[in-house]
Nanobody, 124 residues
């Protein structure tokens, strides 16, 4: 079993930056694909970014390419999401997820473990 805990959310002005972190316990994330998803009020949860186990493959939603960067630190068992140039419409709860697969996938159904989420609010 893998427990995931997100941190780093908060309130930021449009154009600002935040760095989200996801810490795992219960098992090392060494072999897992890790992903970030978000859910805005009244909307379905959507894919943001994913990274494979050794970080040589990443995937991003088109809307965040060039602004967000996913990374992982196997020694610390963490995954991070650096978010720059944030927009008000990116206000959402951001979730970390872990997949036993091998491909940095955007498919939510491929992810086996989920965190509780961290709120990101971008003010205009």
């Amino acid at each position: 079993q893998v427990q995931l805990v997100e941190s780093g959310g908060g309130l930021v002005q449009a154009g600002g930056s935040l760095r989200l972190s996801c810490a795992a316990s219960g098992r090392t994330l060494y072999s897992y694909v890790m992903g970030w998803f978000r859910q805005a009020p009244g909307k379905e949860r959507e894919f943001v970014a994913a990274i494979n186990w050794n970080a040589d493959s990443t995937s991003y939603a088109d809307s965040v390419k060039g602004r967000f960067t996913i990374s992982r630190d196997l020694t610390k068992n963490t995954v991070n999401l650096q978010m720059n140039s944030l927009k008000p419409e990116e206000t959402a709860v951001y979730y970390c997820a872990a997949s036993r697969g091998v491909v940095a996938t955007a498919m939510q159904s491929n992810f086996d473990y989920w965190g509780q989420g961290t709120q990101v609010t971008v003010s205009s």
